[in-house]
């Protein structure tokens, strides 16, 4: 990976309000989101639409284009700090 730690921060950071952004969380600020805690199910509660949302959003943003596979902590919607993990390496440096 090619972003030292402080632009990474900064990449999470960006990840956070764009979520909040897309997926219009009203009562939700980007500070209030744990970089490591799940995104979806127990965590922030998002489902397969907001997935959809997001994943379009990435793509717009970033040129990204991720599947929306939920499964498990490999994937790249587990929480911010894998989204921003895919992110960097997509990346040019």
């Not at 009203?26 to 209030?32: A, I, S």
């Not at 997001?54 to 970033?62: H, I, R």
């Amino acid at each position: 990976m090619c972003f030292e730690m402080g632009v990474f921060n900064e990449l999470e950071s960006e990840l956070k309000r764009l979520i909040v952004l897309t997926l219009e969380l009203e009562d939700l600020t980007p500070e209030e989101i744990n970089s490591e805690d799940p995104l979806f199910g127990d965590g922030l509660g998002l489902d397969t639409i907001d997935a959809l949302e997001l994943g379009l959003a990435l793509q717009k943003t970033y040129g990204l284009r991720l599947a929306p596979n939920l499964a498990g902590t490999a994937s790249p919607f587990y929480s911010v700090a894998k989204l921003a993990e895919t992110v960097a390496r997509h990346q040019t440096c």
